[in-house]
């Protein structure tokens, strides 16, 4: 196309390809559980995502970025189960059963083993002690609903609170790695039996 003077106009600039980000966003969440953090390549991911690498740092600034941005998509939903049923089951010894039994089904999925924070592991020590804290919050609502069962006589008043927290939490990272290096789901539900009969009962 030319101007009114003849000379030509410069062509117009290609637009920046649309995509879906939520889309986008899932699909690398599926590939952070399935290799982790470290193991997962910029390439990877956007070969996955279906997008080049400067739409890929336009939208979610780095794979560090993205990465936190995916384990808190894969962590909402959960988050919600679990205060869910930590606070609607009547007793805290049946929340704890339900989680068990509910992670020994999932981390056994067919599409992806384990869970995304038991790939979470990384050299760099700042992104790993966000992780950490990130796993702390799940360990600090069991605890309190401990406390509550405490205070509502479910638990011996001399009940370590916060040791009752930290075995049960350990239990669900363990069925998580059991998971990813292959064990069965019958395996794993036999683990949660074995875990619930160390629940405290009154004396």
């Known amino acids: 196309m030319k101007k009114a003077n003849g000379s030509a106009a410069p062509a117009a600039r290609g637009r920046p390809r649309s995509f879906d980000r939520d889309a986008a966003l899932e699909r690398a969440m599926q590939v952070f559980w399935r290799k982790g953090y470290e193991a997962t390549s910029v390439s990877a991911l956007t070969r996955a995502m279906d997008i080049n690498p400067p739409s890929l740092y336009a939208a979610f600034g780095d794979k560090e970025r993205l990465y936190l941005e995916a384990l808190e998509r894969y962590a ?42 038991s790939t979470a592991q990384c050299g760099d020590e700042r992104l790993q002690s966000t992780l950490a804290e990130r796993r702390n919050v799940g360990k600090h609502r069991l605890k309190a609903r401990f406390e509550r069962a405490v205070r509502e006589r479910e638990l011996p008043r001399a009940t370590d609170t916060g040791a009752l927290a930290g075995f049960y939490t350990t239990v669900l990272q363990g069925m998580a790695v059991q998971a990813r290096d292959g064990a069965p789901r019958k395996s794993l539900v036999a683990t949660a039996h074995a875990a619930l009969r160390a629940w405290p009962h009154s004396k």
């Open 76 to 117: 909402a939903g959960r988050r919600e189960t679990v205060a869910q049923l930590l606070e609607e089951l009547p007793s805290a010894r049946q929340a704890i059963e339900r989680l068990l039994l509910m992670a020994a089904e999932e981390v056994t999925g067919a599409e992806c083993r384990g869970c995304m924070r």
